[in-house]
């Protein structure tokens, strides 16, 4: 079992097929690593009251106060659960983070910088993935109750700043709009390149 802590991020759009993926990620790397796998909004006080308060309501809170509940959910996260993981060695794959914030309170008008300096304390994860799938496939695919995000505008906007820091090389684009298990493997090959090349996962 390789004792070295990782932190992975999974972004995505809703219902893009990232959790699954998440999900698929940690059982195949928990073969060889001690892996948490976590997500944001987190299971914490702040991430249960915006899932229980703020995602299904009939409108938008004002979308600072939104970045605020989510940098402030991502705090406790940390403090809780994903520091702890990582100073015990753990691999840790979460589900969401800080570019769900660029992109999500992004696309809704606010800047990038000050969601970026609320969220300056968040730790640096080192590797992020995007699963791609067109927003007008996800919005097919969401058949259960819809949260205030999840309209096609919403989702397309959202898209868009994913892209830019895929452009920017800040996030690994993996393509989601395929069979689940291709996918699948795609990301596994994928993480597995990363974690091969920065030498400090490869004992
Ligand atoms: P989601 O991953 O869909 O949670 P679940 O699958 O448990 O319902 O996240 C819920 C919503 O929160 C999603 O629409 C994206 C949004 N969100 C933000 O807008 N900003 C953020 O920083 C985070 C973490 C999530």
Known sequence: MVKKSVFIVIEGLDGSGKTTQATLLAEKLSKSYDVLLTAEPSRGKIGTFIRECCLYEQTRLPTEAEALLFAADRIEHMQTELKPALDQGKLV?????????????GS??????????????????????????????????????RSVMETLETQ??????????????????????RDKQAVAEELHVKVKELLGKAQKFNP
């Not at 794959?93 to 309170?105: E, F, G, H, P, T």
């Not at 080192?126 to 699963?131: G, L, N, R, S, T």
């Not at 959202?158 to 709009?177: I, Q, S």
């Open 93 to 105: 794959i979460c589900d969401r983070y800080v570019y769900s914030s660029l992109a999500y309170q």
């Open 108 to 145: 809704a008008g606010l800047s990038l910088d000050w969601i970026k300096t609320i969220n300056a304390r968040a730790l640096q994860p080192d590797f992020c993935v995007f699963i791609d799938v067109p927003p007008e496939k996800v919005i097919e695919r969401l058949q259960r109750k």
């Open 156 to 177: 397309q906007k959202v898209r868009e700043v994913y892209l830019k820091y895929v452009e920017k090389g800040e996030l690994v684009r993996v393509n989601g709009d």
